[in-house]
């Protein structure tokens, strides 16, 4: 039984090695992350198996090294034996304490350091690393881990039950290791089955899972060396060696914590829990119930509940055999039939012509002279241009082409209207769409021309890329109904469009020149017209007053002829007396009396009155 | 007895599992798969379904992608014939035409290594076509002169040549410009001529406002002389025909010339006396010769 153990270690250690080689070959070929932290965690279980082989080396030589003395005592004589140092006859012994003393201590420091530094820098690979499981090697890795999961498991769980005997706790590190091997590798034939399936990012999650449990055991070696130090060593005691992790123990023997927990319900209850026959039943029927729970896991992949607003389509054995519309559905389980759901009630959109940019658009104002997302510029012709750059530029070294640039925003909205047309015609449908719909921009917007595509172009142009790009779409047959394209945003580079700007102020600028002089021109025109309207009516009064007072006047004189003919001289005198008096009413009079008609008589008529009368030399009588 | 029924009842399901694995393969209604038997391709299968294989490493599955795959290659630097340097991308819709030709000529039949072949050629392409092309092929508001589904169509018939010469079981099902433009360079000197075709519209604007308004003013003021000088007309005419009315009445005057000289005289008279006229008289005048001639009451001497 002693050799035994000696060699089931050994049968560990080889085990250990040429599995850890062939799972570190079927990571490089599979390039599996779970694969990766399966084979460190085998590299650990190789370093185990060989320390417990080799101390189990050490206490076998010490044992036989104790039978050959107690031969030799009985042999000479005890008293001539014990004459000897302890040393000298006790090599092998001496050996083996060192070897605890020093060799294992520093063998548990240096698995903390490749636990600890394998979780650190295994954490790191996992998320920098964005290579995945190649599809078409996926299967054979998954069965060639599942494989070594199944070897380690037969092997592991039988130095297990080996190591429950007495004198064989050497063997329970290894054994722990190898069966905790195992469950991780079959933990990564799950992964890369998980990749191969519906949850790509299985293997992952396996891997990171992996590096924590790693991480742990690196803790937990810390804790053991540091309690280590203060441990009361009572002579004849066996101490756990240092290297046998009881986190490993517990993964590869759960039933070990069921044993625990019952220890512990006992205690805490006050009476034999661990006796009652629930608790007999339930560990009795362990196995079965989590047989039970998988068998449930499968049988829930039987059903399918559809979500409003999507659509899935369901393969049987990798053909579609049915569309499954909202609602529950049943099925075979995973893998016979699977689901692959889509949303195609939903409104799906994307923009054409700029990246949107969560800064820019909390802006409230959209602006051209202002950039309000990523924006690209689109070539766009220009008539004007193109006609004229005929001639010879000679004035620059660098010759504009004859085209525009135009920046846009063109979403475009559609809906998936054959969920099967969409998931089997095109590996990127949805690439594939916004591809189509951005060749239909680009080729409208060659064709047209700068100014018509700011003005009149515009309007019809929303219509005529909607269409185009159903066409394109179905050409591609996406399955896919355009609902609507947007053409709202449509304008110069952020660089020119200030300028754009300008001439519509200059636009305006005319307009509001012209209205001004058409302004003075209305009130020029009144004014000739009221002027005009007002000298042909003085001439119209003028003519009335004319004519009327010539009539008048003939009338008078009529009705005056017989009185001057009556008495002529008398009339004449009347008449000029009364129009004398009347005219010279109001007139300044100056009348001279000179009896001297040969005086010179000056009269400053600009003088005022009084100051010319005070001069005048009144004749006196 | 019951333990060992579930243990057995496992292993069991682990062997199926297994086996299952090992003998059978799914393709799906996306997939096309290949089977090789010690490396040479013996069997296709573009239908899906599951199909029974040798295991590993007799009989090996390599399973692709059916469905038109989506390419974009690079947005890179051309030359057209016109001297102008043109960025373009273009977007390929490609398949795997034969799978088996697939998997040999192809690396492991990794579809990255497709693309990479296939941005080889597609760039060759469209820069030999783009070439032999002047922008105005491209970028034309004249429908006439506009090829772009020509110049698309030249660039798959290349490609589409050029993987048929090859044999790598690929090919293009369509084509075409992801995005044209400009180099940075280019595209100052655009932004600039556009600049100065705006500050064209500007001085447009800016001059035909002032010649307009100048021209309203004009003709206004011109059509104001005009209905002036109508209104003139037409008051000279009115004023005329005042005239002619009171001419009429002259006759009555002749009956009698003495007075009626003596009467226009008296008018006159009134008329050019106003209330600012100064008047000089001597005595003589009448009726201020009463200053001399008139009786006074002192005693006679």
Same mark, same amino acid.
């Given at each position: 039984m002693d050799r035994n153990i000696q060699k089931n270690g050994l049968v560990n250690l080889a085990a250990a090695i040429l599995i850890f080689i062939a799972a570190f070959a079927v990571t490089v070929f599979s390039n599996s992350l779970s694969g990766q932290a399966a084979s460190v965690f085998l590299g650990l279980a190789v370093l185990v198996t060989f320390a417990s082989w080799f101390q189990m080396r050490l206490e076998e030589s010490e044992r036989l090294e104790r039978l050959e003395v107690e031969d030799m005592a009985r042999v000479k004589g005890e008293a001539a034996l014990f004459q000897s140092k302890e040393s000298e006859l006790f090599p092998a012994r001496r050996a083996r304490e060192q070897f605890e003393k020093f060799i294992v201590p520093a063998f548990a420091i240096l698995l903390f350091i490749l636990e600890g530094g394998g979780a650190f820098l295994l954490w790191r690979y996992v998320h920098k690393n964005t290579h995945v499981i190649a599809p078409d090697r996926a299967m054979s890795s998954l069965a060639l881990f599942a494989i070594f999961a199944l070897l380690l498991f037969l092997l592991g769980r039988f130095s297990v039950t080996i190591a429950?005997? $007495? @004198?064989?706790? /050497? /063997?329970?590190p290894g054994a722990s290791f190898l069966l905790a091997a195992a469950y991780v590798c079959f933990g990564s034939a799950l992964a890369i089955a998980g990749v191969k399936t519906e949850f790509a990012s299985a293997d992952l999650w396996v891997a990171r899972a992996l590096c924590v449990l790693l991480a742990l055991m690196a803790v937990e070696v810390l804790l053991t060396l540091l309690l280590e130090i203060y441990r009361p060593r009572v002579r004849g005691k066996v101490a756990r060696p240092l290297y046998d992790s009881r986190v490993i123990g517990l993964l590869a023997q759960p039933e070990s914590l069921f044993t625990t927990a019952a220890q512990t319900l006992d205690y805490q209850f @006050?009476? !034999?829990?661990? $006796?009652t026959w629930f608790f007999q039943v339930l560990k009795e029927n362990l196995p079965l119930l989590l047989l039970a729970q998988f068998a449930v896991l499968i049988l829930s992949t039987s059903v399918v509940f559809v979500e409003p607003g999507e659509q899935a389509v369901l393969e049987h054995f990798g053909r579609p055999s049915a569309t499954l519309d909202s609602g529950a559905h049943f099925k075979l389980p995973w893998p016979l039939d699977r689901v692959y759901r889509y949303r195609t009630d939903q409104i799906q959109t994307f923009v054409v012509g700029y990246v949107p940019d969560a800064e820019s658009e909390k802006a409230n104002i959209i602006l051209w002279s202002t950039t309000h997302a990523k924006e690209e510029n689109f070539l766009v012709g220009n008539r004007a241009t193109a006609t004229v750059q005929t001639d010879n530029d000679t004035t620059s070294t660098l010759k504009a082409p004859p085209v525009s640039l135009i920046t846009v925003s063109i979403p475009v909205q559609f809906q998936i209207t054959d969920v099967r047309a969409w998931a089997?015609?095109?590996?990127d449908p949805a690439a594939m769409l916004q591809n189509v719909a951005t060749r239909e921009v680009v080729q409208f917007l060659s064709g047209q021309d700068l100014g018509d595509v700011l003005s009149d172009a515009r309007l019809v142009a929303a219509q005529r890329l909607q269409s185009r790009i159903q066409g394109a779409a179905d050409d591609c047959h996406? @399955?896919? !109904?355009?609902?609507f394209v947007g053409l709202q945003d449509i304008h110069p580079p952020v660089g020119v469009a200030g300028d754009y700007e300008r001439v519509v102020g200059a636009e305006q600028q005319m307009i509001a020149k012209t209205n001004t002089a058409v302004a003075a021109a209305i009130r020029t025109n009144t004014l000739s017209g009221a002027m005009a309207f007002s000298a042909t009516n003085v001439a119209e009064a003028f003519r009335i007053q004319r004519a009327t007072a010539a009539a008048a006047r003939a009338a008078l004189f009529t009705n005056q002829i017989p009185a001057f003919e009556a008495a002529p001289s008398v009339y004449k005198q009347r008449a000029y007396f009364q129009a004398f008096a009347d005219s010279t009413k109001n007139a300044r009079k100056y009348i001279l009396l000179t009896t001297n008609t040969e005086d010179v008589v000056i009269l400053n /008529? $600009?003088?005022?009155i009084a100051d010319m009368l005070n001069r005048v030399n009144v004749p006196t009588e | 007895m019951k333990r060992n029924l579930i243990t057995f009842a496992i292993g069991a399901m682990l062997v199926v599992v297994f086996a299952l694995l090992l003998f059978v393969f799914q393709v799906r209604q996306s997939e096309v798969a290949v089977v090789t038997t010690f490396g040479k391709p013996v069997a296709t299968h573009t239908n899906a379904g599951a199909y029974f294989k040798l295991p590993w490493p007799i009989q090996k599955v390599y399973k692709f992608d059916q469905r038109i795959q989506n390419f974009e290659d690079k947005y890179s630097e051309n030359y057209t014939r016109d001297n102008v340097t043109l960025l373009a991308s273009v977007y390929v819709g490609w398949r795997i035409s034969d799978p088996s030709r697939f998997l040999l000529t192809i690396r492991n039949g990794s579809m990255v290594d497709a693309q990479q072949k296939l941005e080889g050629i597609l760039r060759s392409a469209k820069i030999a076509v783009i070439a032999s092309n002047e922008l105005s092929s491209l970028v034309n508001p004249d429908p006439q002169q506009l090829k772009f589904e020509e110049i698309e169509n030249k660039i798959k018939a290349t490609v589409q040549a050029q993987l048929a010469t090859n044999n790598i079981g690929m090919s293009v099902e369509f084509l075409g410009f992801k995005k044209i433009g400009l180099p940075d360079s280019v595209t100052q000197t655009v932004f600039d001529r556009m600049k100065s075709e705006r500050q064209q519209w500007i001085s447009k604007y800016d001059s035909e406002g002032n010649a307009e308004a100048q021209k309203i003013r004009s003709a206004a003021e011109r059509q104001a002389a005009e209905t002036v000088a109508q209104a003139e007309l037409q008051a000279n005419q009115i004023r005329a025909a005042g005239e002619a009315e009171a001419a009429k009445t002259f006759t009555v005057f002749q009956q009698n010339p003495e007075l009626a000289n003596f009467l226009l005289r008296i008018d006159a008279l009134q008329k050019s006396l106003n209330q600012k006229s100064t008047l000089v008289f001597d005595e003589r005048t009448a009726p201020f010769d009463l200053f001399t001639h008139l009786p006074t009451n002192s005693p006679a001497k």
């Amino acid at each position: 039984m002693d050799r035994n153990i000696q060699k089931n270690g050994l049968v560990n250690l080889a085990a250990a090695i040429l599995i850890f080689i062939a799972a570190f070959a079927v990571t490089v070929f599979s390039n599996s992350l779970s694969g990766q932290a399966a084979s460190v965690f085998l590299g650990l279980a190789v370093l185990v198996t060989f320390a417990s082989w080799f101390q189990m080396r050490l206490e076998e030589s010490e044992r036989l090294e104790r039978l050959e003395v107690e031969d030799m005592a009985r042999v000479k004589g005890e008293a001539a034996l014990f004459q000897s140092k302890e040393s000298e006859l006790f090599p092998a012994r001496r050996a083996r304490e060192q070897f605890e003393k020093f060799i294992v201590p520093a063998f548990a420091i240096l698995l903390f350091i490749l636990e600890g530094g394998g979780a650190f820098l295994l954490w790191r690979y996992v998320h920098k690393n964005t290579h995945v499981i190649a599809p078409d090697r996926a299967m054979s890795s998954l069965a060639l881990f599942a494989i070594f999961a199944l070897l380690l498991f037969l092997l592991g769980r039988f130095s297990v039950t080996i190591a429950r005997l $007495e @004198g064989h706790r /050497l /063997l329970r590190p290894g054994a722990s290791f190898l069966l905790a091997a195992a469950y991780v590798c079959f933990g990564s034939a799950l992964a890369i089955a998980g990749v191969k399936t519906e949850f790509a990012s299985a293997d992952l999650w396996v891997a990171r899972a992996l590096c924590v449990l790693l991480a742990l055991m690196a803790v937990e070696v810390l804790l053991t060396l540091l309690l280590e130090i203060y441990r009361p060593r009572v002579r004849g005691k066996v101490a756990r060696p240092l290297y046998d992790s009881r986190v490993i123990g517990l993964l590869a023997q759960p039933e070990s914590l069921f044993t625990t927990a019952a220890q512990t319900l006992d205690y805490q209850f @006050g009476f !034999k829990v661990s $006796e009652t026959w629930f608790f007999q039943v339930l560990k009795e029927n362990l196995p079965l119930l989590l047989l039970a729970q998988f068998a449930v896991l499968i049988l829930s992949t039987s059903v399918v509940f559809v979500e409003p607003g999507e659509q899935a389509v369901l393969e049987h054995f990798g053909r579609p055999s049915a569309t499954l519309d909202s609602g529950a559905h049943f099925k075979l389980p995973w893998p016979l039939d699977r689901v692959y759901r889509y949303r195609t009630d939903q409104i799906q959109t994307f923009v054409v012509g700029y990246v949107p940019d969560a800064e820019s658009e909390k802006a409230n104002i959209i602006l051209w002279s202002t950039t309000h997302a990523k924006e690209e510029n689109f070539l766009v012709g220009n008539r004007a241009t193109a006609t004229v750059q005929t001639d010879n530029d000679t004035t620059s070294t660098l010759k504009a082409p004859p085209v525009s640039l135009i920046t846009v925003s063109i979403p475009v909205q559609f809906q998936i209207t054959d969920v099967r047309a969409w998931a089997y015609q095109n590996a990127d449908p949805a690439a594939m769409l916004q591809n189509v719909a951005t060749r239909e921009v680009v080729q409208f917007l060659s064709g047209q021309d700068l100014g018509d595509v700011l003005s009149d172009a515009r309007l019809v142009a929303a219509q005529r890329l909607q269409s185009r790009i159903q066409g394109a779409a179905d050409d591609c047959h996406l @399955g896919v !109904k355009i609902l609507f394209v947007g053409l709202q945003d449509i304008h110069p580079p952020v660089g020119v469009a200030g300028d754009y700007e300008r001439v519509v102020g200059a636009e305006q600028q005319m307009i509001a020149k012209t209205n001004t002089a058409v302004a003075a021109a209305i009130r020029t025109n009144t004014l000739s017209g009221a002027m005009a309207f007002s000298a042909t009516n003085v001439a119209e009064a003028f003519r009335i007053q004319r004519a009327t007072a010539a009539a008048a006047r003939a009338a008078l004189f009529t009705n005056q002829i017989p009185a001057f003919e009556a008495a002529p001289s008398v009339y004449k005198q009347r008449a000029y007396f009364q129009a004398f008096a009347d005219s010279t009413k109001n007139a300044r009079k100056y009348i001279l009396l000179t009896t001297n008609t040969e005086d010179v008589v000056i009269l400053n /008529l $600009e003088d005022s009155i009084a100051d010319m009368l005070n001069r005048v030399n009144v004749p006196t009588e | 007895m019951k333990r060992n029924l579930i243990t057995f009842a496992i292993g069991a399901m682990l062997v199926v599992v297994f086996a299952l694995l090992l003998f059978v393969f799914q393709v799906r209604q996306s997939e096309v798969a290949v089977v090789t038997t010690f490396g040479k391709p013996v069997a296709t299968h573009t239908n899906a379904g599951a199909y029974f294989k040798l295991p590993w490493p007799i009989q090996k599955v390599y399973k692709f992608d059916q469905r038109i795959q989506n390419f974009e290659d690079k947005y890179s630097e051309n030359y057209t014939r016109d001297n102008v340097t043109l960025l373009a991308s273009v977007y390929v819709g490609w398949r795997i035409s034969d799978p088996s030709r697939f998997l040999l000529t192809i690396r492991n039949g990794s579809m990255v290594d497709a693309q990479q072949k296939l941005e080889g050629i597609l760039r060759s392409a469209k820069i030999a076509v783009i070439a032999s092309n002047e922008l105005s092929s491209l970028v034309n508001p004249d429908p006439q002169q506009l090829k772009f589904e020509e110049i698309e169509n030249k660039i798959k018939a290349t490609v589409q040549a050029q993987l048929a010469t090859n044999n790598i079981g690929m090919s293009v099902e369509f084509l075409g410009f992801k995005k044209i433009g400009l180099p940075d360079s280019v595209t100052q000197t655009v932004f600039d001529r556009m600049k100065s075709e705006r500050q064209q519209w500007i001085s447009k604007y800016d001059s035909e406002g002032n010649a307009e308004a100048q021209k309203i003013r004009s003709a206004a003021e011109r059509q104001a002389a005009e209905t002036v000088a109508q209104a003139e007309l037409q008051a000279n005419q009115i004023r005329a025909a005042g005239e002619a009315e009171a001419a009429k009445t002259f006759t009555v005057f002749q009956q009698n010339p003495e007075l009626a000289n003596f009467l226009l005289r008296i008018d006159a008279l009134q008329k050019s006396l106003n209330q600012k006229s100064t008047l000089v008289f001597d005595e003589r005048t009448a009726p201020f010769d009463l200053f001399t001639h008139l009786p006074t009451n002192s005693p006679a001497k």
